[in-house]
Nanobody
Framework: QVQLAESGGASVQAGGSLRLSCAGA????????MAWFRQDPGKAREGIGA????????NYADSAKGRFTISHDNTQKILYLQMNDLKPEDTATYYC?????????????????WGQGTQVTVSS
């Protein structure tokens, strides 16, 4: 069973940067794609970006383009989300997910394995 664990969440001021990490033992086994999602209480979970691991192809939500970057380290088995120019509306719990059913999608129902989330709070 692949387990995912996010880290790197923190409280920052608007305009700041954070890098989130998602580690998981054997996370690449059987999972072709991974993605980052976020959820604010009372709101639906939102897909931020996805990556096709073997090809390196990425897909970003409009809200993330230009500010967020997904990358991965196959050796260390870590997925990253670099977030720059953070805004108060980026405040949410951030989750990583893995799956193979529809790579690069930002639909949460296409991902089978999830981490517990890490909190990001951006103050103005």
């Amino acid at each position: 069973q692949v387990q995912l664990a996010e880290s790197g969440g923190a409280s920052v001021q608007a305009g700041g940067s954070l890098r989130l990490s998602c580690a998981g033992a054997r996370w690449t086994d059987g999972s072709k794609c991974m993605a980052w999602f976020r959820q604010d209480p009372g709101k639906a979970r939102e897909g931020i970006g996805a990556i096709y691991l073997s090809l390196g192809t990425k897909n970003y939500a409009d809200s993330a383009k230009g500010r967020f970057t997904i990358s991965h380290d196959n050796t260390q088995k870590i997925l990253y989300l670099q977030m720059n120019d953070l805004k108060p509306e980026d405040t949410a719990t951030y989750y990583c997910a893995a799956g193979s059913r529809l790579c690069l999608t930002l639909r949460e129902d296409k991902y089978d394995i999830w981490g517990q989330g890490t909190q990001v709070t951006v103050s103005s």
